[in-house]
């Protein structure tokens, strides 16, 4: 039984209100759906899924090493690993390979492949 003072709506409402509220402060916080600086379009985007805002954007690993072929990007990994250096690999856009590290690590991994 509806009752006909009104009170049933108030729920509905706050929970719209607060609703309209986070999205206006996440809005203002530069949380907002980005698209390609050349338009509303998907060239700005990289194959697949766009999770990171720029093509290059491994997150938090940083590039330690760029090379033209896999072998040598192993290589590199097993050396990084035996400084107890933990690594991955990546294929980039232009087919070269780049061996990814953690940002804490990536000074003394550019070190050591510096010096081979």
């Not at 986070?22 to 899924?49: H, I």
């Not at 290059?56 to 400084?83: K, M, Q």
């Amino acid at each position: 039984m509806a009752t006909s003072d009104g009170w049933y709506l108030i729920g509905p409402l706050i929970a719209f209100g607060l609703v309209g509220f986070l999205g206006a402060v996440f809005w203002r916080m530069g949380l907002q759906p980005t698209g390609s600086p050349g338009g509303p379009g998907r060239e700005g985007y990289a194959d697949g899924l766009a999770i990171f805002g720029e093509r290059d954007d491994y997150g938090l690993l940083f590039p330690a090493a760029v090379t033209e072929h896999p072998e040598v990007a192993d290589e590199i990994r097993r050396l990084l690993a035996d400084a107890g250096i933990r690594a991955t690999t990546a294929i980039r856009r232009d087919g070269r390979v780049s061996i990814l590290v953690f940002c804490e690590e990536v000074e003394e991994a550019r070190r050591l492949v510096g010096s081979v």
